[in-house]
């Protein structure tokens, strides 16, 4: 049974850093892909970075660039997204997704299997 948990969300101010953590069971970090997406209040959920199965290639949206690194640790099953420099504009509801895909993607549909969630909110 695939099933995917994040932590680490929580409260911080604007240009702190949080690390997002999503521990994976069920299947092995290998044959699948994992993505981080954040869907704020009012808006659509939006792809923000993932790293694939095999070669550990990472993908990033232009605006988190240079802030946010995305990670695995294959021996403990566990995805992480480092996130500095944040900005109010981040606040989001942060979820891991498990794709099955070769492909280096962050479009929702190749993602059948999601987390719960973690709330992250950026603000003096």
């Known amino acids: 049974q695939v099933q995917l948990v994040e932590s680490g969300g929580g409260l911080v101010q604007p240009g702190g850093s949080l690390r997002l953590s999503c521990a994976a069971s069920g299947f092995t970090l290998d044959i699948y892909a994992i993505g981080w997406f954040r869907q704020a209040p009012g808006k659509e959920r939006e792809g923000v970075s993932c790293?694939?199965?095999?070669?550990?290639?990472?993908y990033y949206r232009d605006s988190v660039k240079g802030r946010f690194t995305i990670s695995k640790d294959n021996a403990n099953n566990t995805v992480y997204l480092q996130m500095n420099s944040l900005k109010p504009e981040d606040t989001a509801i942060y979820y891991c997704?498990?794709?099955?895909?070769?492909?280096?993607?962050?479009?929702?549909?190749?993602?059948?299997?999601w987390g719960p969630g973690t709330q992250v909110t950026v603000s003096s």
């Open positions: 997704a498990a794709s099955p895909s070769s492909a280096l993607t962050t479009t929702g549909r190749w993602y059948p299997y």
């Open positions: 790293i694939s199965r095999s070669d550990g290639s990472t």
